[in-house]
């Protein structure tokens, strides 16, 4: 079918297939337990000219999600431990007493919830025998141990990232068990399992889950001292590289069956045209714009992404297993089954990624009203001729008033990119879109990135009668105007966490996962974006018509909150409690140990 569908080119074959994708689509999405669709878009028969804009029912819609959060925060320790056992079906880990006394001495918000991502990376694991996990880790080169409360760093070659995050541990290490964590040191993630494999190991765990009484339950943890002297039988994790189909092939496995990543074999395009694959983003989202974030960034429901970003299209380095390991990196897709850490970019301390620790930008009154971008055209290796379906070459060109201009022309199409239909959003086909791109964008690339690649030049033959090159800018600099769109490169951009501190307003599109995701509100703490960007000139026209002031405050509330749970201190926190559980699932007595101080003493 794959094969087959390259070759249609006629308006009539692209027409039916659209159909069949979008029968599919809804077909999954009205039999899915979870769907939040609020039907076709009716914006612009419903909203008349005084009604109130769909993101203000967002925002007020988020703004309670936040409120209902924050009445969930722990007070004390019996609190805490309380509500880790209602969430979790399980007693604390062992060391739970220290870990909330290091929180709190950080003057730190504890909501369980924040925690989240935790139970969900390493709850398949519970599956595999703690023994075998062992064996497992030993099989990646780049690793940190803990042993007899000191941490210790093995790599085969110096590796920056593994420096910064091996420093994050060591600052923990006084409160760590006996564990040993295999890093992932490529930008690029490495494990898809698939979708059945990981349904029965979370079915495993479910089954096997128990809450001992506290006479049963232990609180040390073994020492792996005697473990490094064993024997064991190497492990090979089996990574390989795409085959036919590349890496969408390789990533699709890990999505539910009867999804429409697992369901279609479309898009497939034809790049000598625009990719037209968007009219998924318009059923998933509430009158053309995000409203469950991560739901609309999952590629399992968003297929056309396989032609959308360069992650499927063609990633720098693809290196993946489908087996089950013990791996942690600093992002992921939602099919892929890392463990995530915070970002070793995040925890260093680098101003390429965050603008300097103390500089968050000057007031909102004096910064330019406008949106800014720099950066290079990174994401993949984009080459003649699927270049087209790269995301930051379409954020670029659609930021780009000449283009889009263009665009309005000729139906809708640019290059590589297509208009939303302006009704749905109230935009006008009068020039008005290319002017407010004009007065009110200031984007560019400062490195082409050609294919084949030179360092010294930034330029590139197929990309030149596309994109100027803009001169670099410094992320501080990006500070000094409003807005601050935010894009994925190879994987996850680097620069959020600098962007969330900063007194600008963050408008944020990503496939990826991190470990803040759960603290994070969208609509409250930032905008978030489609990677298609077909809500971009509908967010511009948001805010710059007058909503000034609410851009503002979600710019200071995200700041704000930021400060409270994106601190280094919070990613220490996120650590330590990750490395706890970690330990007790690679422990041979792991159903025995727990927390239950405050059991026995009641
Ligand atoms: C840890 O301590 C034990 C005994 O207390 C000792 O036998 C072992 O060599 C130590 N291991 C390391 C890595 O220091
Ligand atoms: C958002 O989508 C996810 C699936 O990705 C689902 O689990 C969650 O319940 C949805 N949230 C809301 C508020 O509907
Ligand atoms: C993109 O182009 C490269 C080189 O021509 C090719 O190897 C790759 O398969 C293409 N990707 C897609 C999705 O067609
Ligand atoms: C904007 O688009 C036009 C037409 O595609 C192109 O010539 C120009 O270089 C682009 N500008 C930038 C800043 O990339």
Not at 131 to 142: F, G, V
């Amino acid at each position: 079918m794959l094969r087959l569908l390259t070759t249609f080119s006629s308006r009539t074959g692209r027409v039916a297939l659209l159909a069949i994708f979008f029968i599919l689509s809804l077909t999954w999405m009205l039999l899915s337990p979870s769907h939040d669709n609020p039907g076709l878009p009716t914006y612009s028969a419903r909203y008349g000219h005084n009604s109130p804009h769909p993101i203000d029912s967002l925002i007020q819609t988020a703004e309670n999600d936040l409120q209902d959060l924050l009445e969930t925060e722990a007070h004390d320790l019996q609190d805490a431990a309380d509500k880790y056992r209602a969430r979790r079906g399980r007693h604390p880990p062992p060391g739970f007493a220290e870990w909330y006394k290091f929180a709190k001495s950080k003057d730190s918000l504890i909501v369980e919830e924040f925690f989240d991502q935790i139970y969900t990376d390493l709850t398949p694991y519970w599956a595999l025998e703690p023994k075998e996990l062992r064996r497992l880790a030993r099989s990646i080169p780049t690793r940190i141990l803990v042993r007899n409360k000191t941490a210790i760093m093995k790599t085969d070659e110096p590796r920056s990232w593994m420096d910064s995050w091996y420093d994050l541990v060591s600052k923990l290490e006084d409160g760590l068990p006996d564990l040993d964590m295999p890093i992932n040191v490529m930008d690029e993630t490495r494990l898809v399992v698939p979708w059945e494999t990981i349904t029965e190991y979370m079915q495993k765990e479910k089954v096997n889950r128990v809450m001992p009484s506290p006479s049963h339950v232990k609180s040390e943890y073994m020492s792996l001292n005697d473990w490094d002297g064993e024997d064991v039988e190497p492990y090979n994790p089996g990574f390989t590289v795409p085959g036919e189909g590349g890496y969408w092939e390789m990533a699709r496995v890990g999505c539910p069956p009867g999804s429409p990543a697992r369901n279609t074999n479309l898009p497939m395009v034809d790049f000598n045209e625009p990719p037209w694959e968007y009219g998924n983003f318009e059923r998933l989202s509430y009158h053309g714009y995000v409203s469950n974030f991560s739901l609309a960034k999952d590629p399992c429901v968003r297929p056309e992404m396989q032609v959308l970003h360069g992650t499927f299209l063609e990633p720098v380095s693809v290196s993946t297993s489908h087996n089950l390991m013990p791996l942690f990196g600093g992002s992921k897709l939602p099919m892929n089954n890392e463990i995530l850490l915070p970002p070793a970019m995040y925890w260093a301390q680098n101003d390429h990624y965050s603008g300097g620790e103390q500089e968050h930008g000057g007031p909102w009154e004096s910064k330019t009203n406008k949106a800014v971008w720099r950066g290079a055209a990174t994401g993949g290796r984009a080459r003649e001729p699927n270049w087209t379906g790269f995301q930051r070459h379409r954020f670029m060109a659609m930021m780009n008033a000449t283009a889009v201009a263009q665009a309005e022309k000729n139906q809708g199409h640019g290059i590589n990119f297509r208009l939303p239909n302006y009704a749905d959003y109230k935009l006008k086909d009068d020039g008005s879109v290319p002017q407010l791109l004009a007065d009110h964008t200031d984007t560019g690339f400062n490195h082409l990135v050609c294919h084949p690649y030179i360092e010294s030049d930034p330029r590139c033959p197929y990309l030149d009668p596309y994109f100027e090159v803009a001169p670099g800018m410094a992320m501080k600099t990006m500070y000094d105007f409003k807005y601050l769109p935010d894009l994925d490169g190879n994987s996850f951009s680097g620069r959020y966490r600098g962007f969330m501190l900063s007194t600008s307003l963050p408008i944020k599109a990503t496939i990826y996962n991190e470990w803040h995701d759960s603290r994070l509100i969208p609509w409250v703490h930032f905008v978030p974006m489609d990677t298609t960007y077909l809500d971009i000139y509908g967010i511009l026209a948001y805010f710059l018509g007058g909503r000034d002031d609410t851009a503002r405050k979600i710019a200071l509330a995200g700041k704000s909150w930021g400060e409270k749970v994106l601190r280094r201190e919070d990613m220490q926190i996120y650590t330590y409690r990750l490395l706890l559980e970690y330990a007790r699932i690679c422990d041979d007595q792991r159903e025995f140990l727990g927390y239950v101080d405050d059991l026995k003493a009641a």
